[in-house]
């Protein structure tokens, strides 16, 4: 089993910079493929961001691109998502997600993930 723990949200105003991190415990995450999604308040549940146990393969979405870096440190079991030049649409509950035991590639797949946080809200006003 696999808690992961989000922290770093926050309110930030437009153009503002974010970093966010997911510790984890109960098992290394050194063989796990990450996501990041976020949902919006009305909305669904969206992909924003994905990362291979390595760290070698990134997948973004497009909203993101240019904006987000996904990274990981897996000494520390942490992975994290650095979200520069922050707009009012990126407003949503972010989570991390772990992919299941064996399944150490990225995927855009929510479906795909077996271990999420409780998420932490990221508010950016205009």
């Known amino acids: 089993q696999v808690q992961l723990v989000e922290s770093g949200g926050g309110l930030v105003q437009t153009g503002d910079s974010l970093r966010l991190s997911c510790a984890a415990s109960?098992?290394?995450?050194?063989?796990?493929?990450m996501g990041w999604f976020r949902q919006a308040p009305g909305k669904e549940r969206e992909f924003a961001a994905a990362i291979s146990w390595s760290g070698g393969t990134t997948y973004y979405a497009d909203s993101v691109k240019g904006r987000f870096t996904v990274s990981r440190d897996n000494a520390k079991n942490t992975v994290y998502l650095q979200m520069n030049s922050l707009k009012p649409e990126d407003t949503a509950v972010y989570y991390c997600a772990a992919r299941n035991s064996g399944s150490n590639f990225a995927s855009i797949n929510q479906y795909q993930y077996a271990y999420w946080g409780q998420g932490t809200q990221v508010t950016v006003s205009s």
């Open positions: 109960g098992r290394t995450l050194s063989r796990y493929g």
